[in-house]
């Protein structure tokens, strides 16, 4: 029985995916006026025709390689958490804006990391680092390099 | 000459030096710490050039680009983890000197290997960048497309795991270069009425995302404290005369090997390294002795990773080709401060093409100069509490990301394409085809579109011109020779 390669047949069925979709949507791309010009609908379809043809090959191909876990269960989660405070930030400073929402992320991600460093979490340490790190790279954007720091919906 | 003496004049001005220690001492720390890498930091610190004038802000990210190869040995020597790609074979004799208690003696040869590799492989890119830019400006789209094919298929061509893959990766580049206005006709793709899509996916958010957070969330998904190591102690700097007398063949076939693949589009540091590595022991009178802890083997791989800078600039000084994934942040830093790259940069934008070159030979002395009074603090470097300088990094990714447009939309982007970013790890899809994809893939369309605008032929003119059609034949062979090998082999009888 052919061994297949999960991650790759994962990967390959993304791929096909994928083409079919750009190639649905590059029907809408006008055609170009220019003499001898192959339009610019020719790119993408060239693109999406790769990931299409290699996405299916890569689906046949027949890999005697052991499977092998990308990430733990708690690896899973990990990422996830870190991923999430980016979302939350990410949010938050289109909320309340870098003064208010920074010194906050950087706390708990100092927390987050502290952990996973297995460090026993200095809650006065990372709180003094956020509140010193915020202030430094405010001070840099905005004194020194004169560009504007996000300043929140709420606050703006 | 009189170029060159107003770009000393400005690169010699206190502040401009002040920017080049400070950035060849940045790239030396990110260079140094495992999971951080030179490149990172010339993303890192993209976003803050926007504020300064092109010439401060190439200066500035040139430093980094030289002190984050050089700073590798420092992770892979004391602590036994390269601290990027670049010295991963240092680490074979490296740390075995570490563990025999010889650290000092190898890291004095690779803060000496690094200079010797660096300054004269960035002279001769100096020599070698110009005339290639003369003969580049005589060609037209039909052989810059074929060069940027041939380039792009180089790279995928080194995906070891899978040729598909490094297809896939370059095929999504190429994807994400067709958001936006495209080339020629202006005909709009892909931005459903979006007027941030319009200009094209921005370099910034999809670097960071794919390449700078993805190592960090996977590296913190993985991080196991049991693995941290604690690096030795380190005294001063001893000047490795001797070492230098018995390796210097050693030196000079390990720079001719790094200069070579530093050209080679894509192929940079990252493999110079390894190939020298396995140069220096099978020319070795005693090869057996290599990976038990000699100094040859940390030459060998020193020396060429630092020839490959100057091996980079060759390609992405004459062409804008960038030679290495670093080189590709490099040039798309260029195109973001709006300097048009390619061959004409010698003679539209002379000042800055000198300054390139000039600012990496100050830099490389600096980063000797850094790393010789700063050798005792080097396991400091490695020291530094994960979590601050993690978090430090992720912060100024995101707001990196931010003030490039100063645009929320641009933080959410990123968002996207780090999660774009895990899907390519998990897949094992190799990052450098998409790197350069996405770097040259406005080229590629513009000039191939140019090509067959201009001609009456169609796609034959990319085959009746000599050039072109040398350069397309070497595309293809490169990725159609390891299955005719494979098939060579199979059909070949074995005898008994």
């Given at each position: 029985?052919?061994?297949?390669?999960?991650?790759?047949?994962?990967?390959?069925?993304?791929?096909?995916?994928?083409?079919?979709?750009?190639?649905?949507?590059?029907?809408?791309?006008?055609?170009?006026?220019v003499r001898g010009d192959i339009?610019?609908?020719a790119f993408?379809?060239f693109a999406?025709?790769l990931?299409?043809?290699?996405?299916?090959?890569?689906?046949?191909?027949?890999?005697?390689?052991?499977?092998?876990?990308?990430?733990?269960?708690?690896?899973?989660?990990?990422?996830?958490?870190?991923?999430?405070?980016?979302?939350?930030?990410?949010?938050?400073?289109?909320?309340?804006?870098?003064?208010?929402?920074?010194?906050?992320?950087?706390?708990?991600?100092?927390?987050?990391?502290?952990?996973?460093?297995?460090?026993?979490?200095?809650?006065?340490?990372?709180?003094?680092?956020?509140?010193?790190?915020?202030?430094?790279?405010?001070?840099?954007?905005?004194?020194?390099?004169?560009?504007?720091?996000?300043?929140?919906?709420?606050?703006? | 000459?009189?170029?060159?003496?107003?770009?000393?004049?400005?690169?010699?001005?206190?502040?401009?030096?002040?920017?080049?220690?400070?950035?060849?001492?940045?790239?030396?720390?990110?260079?140094?710490?495992?999971?951080?890498?030179?490149?990172?930091?010339?993303?890192?610190?993209?976003?803050?050039?926007?504020?300064?004038?092109?010439?401060?802000?190439?200066?500035?990210?040139?430093?980094?680009?030289?002190?984050?190869?050089?700073?590798?040995?420092?992770?892979?020597?004391?602590?036994?983890?390269?601290?990027?790609?670049?010295?991963?074979?240092?680490?074979?004799?490296?740390?075995?000197?570490?563990?025999?208690?010889?650290?000092?003696?190898?890291?004095?040869?690779?803060?000496?290997?690094?200079?010797?590799?660096?300054?004269?492989?960035?002279?001769?890119?100096?020599?070698?960048a110009?005339s290639l830019a003369r003969m580049a400006m005589k060609v037209g789209p039909w052989e810059f497309f074929a060069l940027g094919v041939c380039a792009v298929i180089l790279v995928i061509t080194?995906?070891?795991?899978?040729?598909?893959?490094?297809?896939?990766?370059a095929?999504?580049?190429i994807?994400?270069t067709?958001?936006?206005?495209?080339p020629i006709?202006?005909?709009?793709?892909?931005?459903?009425?979006?007027?941030?899509?319009?200009?094209?996916?921005?370099?910034?958010?999809?670097?960071?995302?794919?390449?700078?957070?993805?190592?960090?969330?996977?590296?913190?998904?993985?991080?196991?404290?049991?693995?941290?190591?604690?690096?030795?102690?380190?005294?001063?700097?001893?000047?490795?005369?001797?070492?230098?007398?018995?390796?210097?063949?050693?030196?000079?076939?390990?720079?001719?090997?790094?200069?070579?693949?530093?050209f080679l589009p894509g192929?940079?540091?990252?493999?110079?390294?390894?190939?020298?590595?396995?140069?220096?022991?099978?020319?070795?009178?005693?090869?057996?002795?290599?990976?038990?802890?000699?100094?040859?083997?940390?030459?060998?791989?020193?020396?060429?990773?630092?020839?490959?800078?100057?091996?980079?600039?060759i390609p992405f000084?004459a062409l804008g080709i960038p030679g290495?994934?670093?080189?590709?942040?490099?040039?798309?830093?260029?195109?973001?401060?709006?300097?048009?790259t390619g061959p004409r940069?010698?003679?539209?934008?002379?000042?800055?093409?000198?300054?390139?070159?000039?600012?990496?030979?100050?830099?490389?002395?600096?980063?000797?100069?850094?790393?010789?009074?700063?050798?005792?603090?080097?396991?400091?470097?490695?020291?530094?509490?994960?979590?601050?300088?993690?978090?430090?990094?992720?912060?100024?990714?995101?707001?990196?990301?931010?003030?490039?447009?100063?645009?929320?939309?641009?933080?959410?982007?990123?968002?996207?394409?780090?999660?774009?970013?895990?899907?390519?790890?998990?897949?094992?899809?190799?990052?450098?085809p998409?790197?350069l994809a996405?770097v040259l893939g406005k080229l590629l369309e513009t000039n191939l579109r140019r090509g067959l605008s201009y001609s009456d032929t169609g796609f034959m003119s990319f085959l009746t011109r000599p050039v072109s059609c040398v350069l397309l034949l070497v595309a293809v062979w490169s990725l159609i020779s390891?299955?005719?090998?494979?098939?060579?082999?199979?059909?070949?009888?074995?005898?008994?």
């Amino acid at each position: 029985m052919k061994k297949f390669f999960i991650k790759d047949r994962i990967i390959g069925m993304g791929s096909v995916l994928l083409g079919i979709l750009v190639c649905f949507l590059s029907r809408s791309i006008p055609e170009s006026t220019v003499r001898g010009d192959i339009g610019s609908k020719a790119f993408p379809v060239f693109a999406a025709a790769l990931l299409i043809i290699c996405g299916g090959l890569l689906l046949l191909q027949k890999s005697g390689e052991k499977k092998e876990r990308y990430l733990l269960l708690y690896q899973w989660k990990r990422l996830l958490t870190m991923y999430f405070s980016y979302v939350f930030f990410a949010v938050a400073l289109w909320l309340c804006g870098f003064v208010i929402s920074t010194p906050v992320f950087l706390f708990w991600l100092t927390c987050l990391l502290g952990k996973a460093a297995e460090k026993k979490p200095d809650f006065v340490k990372n709180a003094i680092f956020s509140i010193l790190l915020t202030a430094l790279i405010f001070y840099l954007y905005q004194q020194v390099l004169h560009i504007s720091l996000p300043k929140g919906i709420i606050f703006g | 000459m009189s170029i060159i003496s107003e770009v000393l004049l400005f690169l010699l001005h206190p502040v401009n030096l002040l920017l080049i220690l400070g950035g060849s001492t940045l790239g030396v720390v990110f260079g140094a710490i495992p999971g951080l890498s030179g490149g990172l930091c010339i993303m890192l610190m993209l976003p803050l050039t926007f504020s300064m004038d092109v010439t401060t802000a190439i200066t500035f990210l040139m430093s980094i680009y030289i002190g984050g190869i050089s700073g590798g040995c420092i992770g892979s020597i004391l602590l036994g983890i390269p601290g990027c790609e670049s010295s991963l074979a240092t680490t074979y004799d490296g740390y075995a000197m570490t563990k025999k208690g010889e650290c000092v003696r190898a890291l004095s040869a690779a803060v000496v290997a690094n200079f010797l590799g660096t300054i004269p492989s960035v002279l001769v890119a100096s020599i070698a960048a110009r005339s290639l830019a003369r003969m580049a400006m005589k060609v037209g789209p039909w052989e810059f497309f074929a060069l940027g094919v041939c380039a792009v298929i180089l790279v995928i061509t080194l995906s070891k795991d899978n040729l598909y893959k490094g297809l896939i990766a370059a095929a999504l580049g190429i994807l994400c270069t067709c958001i936006g206005i495209a080339p020629i006709d202006g005909a709009m793709r892909f931005t459903y009425g979006n007027t941030y899509l319009m200009s094209g996916l921005n370099l910034t958010y999809v670097f960071m995302g794919i390449f700078a957070t993805r190592n960090i969330m996977v590296e913190f998904a993985r991080k196991d404290p049991s693995k941290d190591a604690k690096p030795e102690a380190v005294t001063r700097f001893k000047w490795p005369t001797e070492d230098l007398r018995n390796n210097k063949w050693n030196i000079i076939r390990s720079w001719f090997t790094g200069l070579w693949i530093g050209f080679l589009p894509g192929m940079g540091a990252g493999l110079s390294n390894i190939t020298a590595y396995a140069q220096a022991k099978n020319a070795s009178k005693e090869p057996e002795k290599f990976g038990t802890g000699i100094v040859d083997g940390v030459f060998a791989p020193e020396v060429a990773n630092n020839a490959s800078t100057g091996g980079a600039l060759i390609p992405f000084l004459a062409l804008g080709i960038p030679g290495d994934t670093s080189t590709s942040y490099l040039l798309g830093g260029l195109t973001l401060h709006g300097v048009i790259t390619g061959p004409r940069l010698f003679t539209d934008y002379s000042f800055l093409a000198n300054l390139i070159l000039i600012a990496c030979i100050i830099a490389g002395l600096m980063v000797l100069c850094t790393e010789i009074v700063g050798m005792p603090l080097f396991p400091k470097i490695l020291g530094v509490p994960y979590q601050y300088l993690y978090s430090a990094i992720i912060l100024l990714c995101i707001i990196g990301v931010y003030s490039s447009e100063k645009l929320m939309f641009h933080v959410f982007m990123f968002l996207i394409f780090s999660v774009v970013g895990v899907v390519m790890d998990f897949g094992k899809l190799p990052t450098a085809p998409f790197a350069l994809a996405f770097v040259l893939g406005k080229l590629l369309e513009t000039n191939l579109r140019r090509g067959l605008s201009y001609s009456d032929t169609g796609f034959m003119s990319f085959l009746t011109r000599p050039v072109s059609c040398v350069l397309l034949l070497v595309a293809v062979w490169s990725l159609i020779s390891p299955y005719v090998k494979l098939h060579i082999s199979k059909v070949k009888p074995t005898y008994k």
